[in-house]
């Protein structure tokens, strides 16, 4: 295989910045242009932490932080391929370790206490687990599509394209129709979600409740579990065997984005919800829309964070120091939020760019650069039929196809490459 010079990697991506030494690159604005090319405020020589980090307020209050770099030649973060061909073209079942081992359409990831990965692979009907050094091997799921009960290899999936775990016992599943499956750690498979053979919106006892079109599934401190029901615009909540519309309604008929409302979760409204996240104090994150995240406290009110000063003021332009003017790139369409454990934001969008956003969401900095890279070339990019492990921004090649990330608990990042069938990991620049 040639090696492409110079070939971002668009993939979806999460920074646990709490575990070791992590450094990524800080989008740096020089000197801050509106559209009709004003200035609207300079760097400062104000260090804000150490070296030579400083810091640019806008008129909304967004700091945009500065290294006095081109934030769009890359992270210095590596990718390598951790487990599956890495080939457009090479797919399949086999349990083997790293790149000998097989995968279809991998989707979604998740991670467990002793840094093990999970993964949904869809096309497998399976959940495949793969060790720290890459071994891997069949967690549950026969290979056979279908739905069944049973312990490991017993059971059966239905193209599985979304796996969480909850932290502590159980990972949740969700397959088509509706359906949502548990595992426990010793793998046995059951199923707390069946919805009926038809799509619908209909609150009861688990056996009478409809969905339709579940994205993910959370539980929190009490075991409940919540469903995003992204058809039904609602957040649905099961407990004690009943199921509840627990934010949201279906009734409530919008026909703008615009129209949605906050307050009590009873009269709250969302529009075309896409991901959810969970805190360890219970608040619920969800993503409504191509750039808002909403809000639910544990007692069901519900609030919209102020993420739009924020993306209007990344739409700007900057200088460097040679004159020349970069523009900052839209921040895109959201497609994966996490949240860390201290309060950050990790938002990934649909061009494999990754930002890490404030608690109070008033600082961005780039996590990963993706199509924003400099040197990205779309013409060569598309001919790419292998990824190539390397250095971000620098020769490294995935595709766009990248779904759910995870990060282990000594901060290792991992995702998937549908595209290339196979598990990446990223290597944070130290």
Not at 198 to 205: I, L, R, S
Request: neutral net charge.
């Amino acid at each position: 295989m040639t090696k492409l010079p110079y070939i971002k990697i668009c993939t979806c991506l999460v920074l646990l910045t709490y575990a070791g030494s992590s450094t990524y690159a800080q989008i740096n604005l020089g000197k801050l242009k509106d559209k009709a090319n004003k200035t609207i405020s300079n760097s400062s020589n104000t260090n804000t932490n150490s070296g030579n980090t400083s810091a640019i307020n806008t008129p909304s209050d967004t700091k945009i932080l500065n290294t006095g770099k081109d934030p769009f030649d890359g992270t210095g973060n590596t990718i390598v391929t951790l487990a599956g061909s890495g080939s457009s073209s090479e797919m399949g079942f086999k349990d083997a370790k790293g790149k000998d081992a097989l995968f279809q359409y991998p989707e979604s990831i998740t991670t467990d206490e002793n840094g093990n990965i999970y993964v949904a692979d869809k096309n497998n009907h399976c959940i495949r687990k793969i060790t720290p050094t890459g071994e891997v091997s069949t967690f549950a799921g026969s290979g056979e599509r279908g739905t069944k009960n049973g312990e490991g290899k017993e059971a059966g999936f239905d193209q599985p394209f979304y796996i969480w775990y909850d932290g502590q016992k159980n990972f949740y599943v969700v397959e088509n129709n509706n359906t949502v499956r548990r595992i426990n750690k010793e793998g046995k498979v059951t199923t707390p979600v069946k919805a009926s053979n038809y799509p619908g919106y209909v609150d009861g006892e688990i056996g009478d409740a409809n969905f339709d079109g579940i994205k993910s599934v959370v539980s929190n401190s009490k075991g409940e579990l919540f469903i995003l029901d992204a058809n039904n615009n609602c957040i649905r909540k099961l407990s004690a065997g009943v199921v509840s519309t627990f934010a949201g309604s279906k009734k409530a008929s919008l026909q703008y984005e615009t129209e949605v409302k906050d307050g009590p979760a009873a009269n709250a409204t969302f529009w075309n919800l896409k991901f959810m996240v969970i805190d360890k104090s219970d608040n619920l994150y969800i993503c409504d829309a191509a750039q808002r995240i909403r809000k639910i406290s544990p007692d069901g009110i519900v609030s919209t964070l102020p993420f739009d000063a924020l993306i209007k003021n990344t739409k700007s332009t900057y200088e460097m120091d040679d004159g020349t003017f970069h523009g900052v790139r839209d921040v895109g369409v959201f497609s994966e939020m996490v949240l860390l454990p201290n309060g950050k934001f990790i938002i990934s969008n649909d061009k494999g760019c990754i930002y890490e956003i404030s608690e109070d969401i008033k600082t961005i900095r780039f996590v990963y650069t993706g199509i924003f890279c400099n040197s990205h070339n779309e013409s060569e990019y598309r001919g790419v039929t292998e990824v190539v492990d390397g250095e971000d921004c620098k020769g490294c090649i995935g595709s766009d196809k990248a779904k759910q990330l995870a990060v282990s608990k000594d901060g290792k990042i991992y995702f998937t490459d549908q595209t290339f069938h196979c598990i990446r990991e990223i290597k944070l620049k130290s």
